[in-house]
């Protein structure tokens, strides 16, 4: 059973940067694609990013572009997102999902999610 | 920008049938977009139901189905029980690396 295990909640100040990490096991890590995605409090969920793991190459959402940088370490298995300039409306949970399959351009395996909050 | 589009609620009698849909602001939804459905429970993460428009992740019961619906993705729940209130989410892939959610479904069950 895949598992992906992301790292604890994070407090910050406006204007710091946060990293999140998703420790992925049980399958290998360079087959497969990993994205994230936020939901603020009570809203839904919005697609921040991916990353091609065995690559390297990583696409994000117009949104997100210049505030998110999706890296990865394969010898940890484990894929990161890192928030920079945060702002209260970052606050929000974020979640790692692991794509289906190599061939297949879905969300598959959620991450339990990071909560991440701004507060000055 | 293409926007996803979800009802926002949607209500259903114990034992009825609901279908949600996923659609665009401009075009039409097809197999090309391998839409998939979530389902999110408060404080819990997003639960994968169907993917690739019509194939039920594992353990997923089969009263829960995928299709396309006119120019819809279309999440189908047949003999609805009580523990399927919850939000119901879309995503479309967009082609480019691109992917993009929809607005999702708060799903009443009374």
């Known amino acids: 059973q895949v598992q992906l295990v992301q790292s604890g909640a994070e407090v910050k100040k406006p204007g710091a940067s946060v990293k999140v990490s998703c420790k992925a096991s049980r399958y290998t890590f360079t087959n497969y694609a990993m994205h994230w995605v936020r939901q603020a409090p009570g809203q839904g969920l919005e697609w921040m990013g991916w990353i091609n793991v065995d690559t390297g190459d990583t696409k994000y959402a117009q949104k997100f572009q210049g505030k998110v940088t999706i890296t990865r370490d394969t010898s940890a298995s484990t894929a990161y997102v890192e928030l920079s300039s945060l702002r209260h409306e970052d606050t929000a949970v974020y979640y790692c999902v692991r794509q289906w399959s190599m061939v297949t351009p879905t969300l598959g395996y959620w991450g339990q999610g990071t909560l991440v909050t701004v507060s000055s | 920008q293409t926007v996803v589009t979800q009802e926002p609620s949607f209500s259903v009698s114990p034992g009825g049938t609901v279908t949600l849909t996923c659609g665009l602001s401009s075009g039409s939804v097809s197999t090309s977009y391998y839409p998939s459905w979530y389902q999110q429970t408060p404080g819990q993460p997003p639960r994968t139901l169907i993917y690739?428009?019509?194939t039920r992740s594992s353990g997923v019961p089969d009263r829960f189905s995928g299709s396309i619906l006119g120019n819809k993705a279309a999440l189908t729940i047949t003999g609805a029980q009580a523990d399927d209130e919850s939000d119901y989410y879309c995503v479309l892939y967009m082609g480019g690396s691109i992917w993009v959610f929809g607005g999702g479904t708060k799903l009443t069950v009374l």
């Open positions: 690739s428009t019509y």
